[in-house]
């Protein structure tokens, strides 16, 4: 099945510090997404991306989809403390069924 | 607007026992997944309902089940528990199946312990 490479596995920055991390596949996917998660919650959606070589921002945040379209990256400007939590990737396909990173767990230090 | 519900928020089981979890979409979604969140990893695909029929499956053992109702609402039923499926189980419901920009929107999910 198609697996998902997410790194780093874990960032520890300082306020204000930019943040970037990736994704890559062996398959191809349709669409990429970006989700950030909270202990004891449900994903919630940053960005999605339904074109190879497309750039999106949402507020500080800026994603890109791959050209090969096997590989995405998330970056973060400007970080503050409520940017920490868990960021996951997903590469979803047109049935719906959608495949996740293991995540990268982002800490800020005032 | 209400988002994805999910209950129960917790539930504790011992091993052996089956467990029933369900979720409402948002509203006009008629499209719902299911995914198991193993602690420390992300979500794996379970089961994807849309307008009561099955449309996809991941690679889970046939004692997970599950069903959509005509209010789009799912139930996910998992039968003869092992410790290993604690897991926080996610609920996503997207817009209809297929074509692009039908992004699922996840619940708060329901935690499941089997002891």
């Known amino acids: 099945g198609q697996q998902l490479n997410q790194s780093p596995q874990s960032m520890f920055i300082q306020e204000g510090e930019d943040v970037s991390m990736n994704c890559t596949s062996s398959s191809i996917f349709n669409t990429w997404l970006w989700y950030k998660q909270d202990p004891g919650e449900g994903p919630v959606l940053l960005i999605a991306?339904?074109?190879?070589?497309e750039l999106t921002s949402n507020g500080r945040l800026t994603a890109q989809f791959g050209i090969t379209r096997k590989d995405s990256f998330l970056n973060i400007s400007a970080s503050i403390p409520s940017d920490v939590g868990i960021y996951f990737c997903a590469g979803q396909l047109y049935n719906n069924d959608m495949r996740f990173g293991a995540g990268t767990r982002l800490t800020v230090k005032p | 607007d209400a988002g994805v519900t999910q209950s129960p928020t917790h539930l504790i089981k011992t091993r052996g026992q089956q467990v029933t979890l369900r979720c409402s979409p948002i509203?006009?979604?008629?499209?719902v997944s299911w995914y198991q969140q193993v602690l420390g990893q992300g979500p794996q695909f379970i089961f994807q309902?849309?307008?009561?029929?099955?449309?996809g499956r991941g690679n889970f053992p046939d004692r997970f089940s599950a069903r959509q109702f005509p209010n789009y609402s799912s139930e996910l039923n998992v039968n003869a528990l092992l410790l290993g499926d604690s897991a926080l189980y996610l609920c996503a419901s997207s817009l209809p199946s297929g074509g692009a920009r039908n992004e699922q929107f996840f619940g708060p999910g329901t935690r499941l312990t089997v002891l």
């Open positions: 509203s006009g979604h008629k499209s």
């Open positions: 991306l339904y074109k190879a070589g």
């Open positions: 309902y849309y307008e009561k029929e099955e449309r």
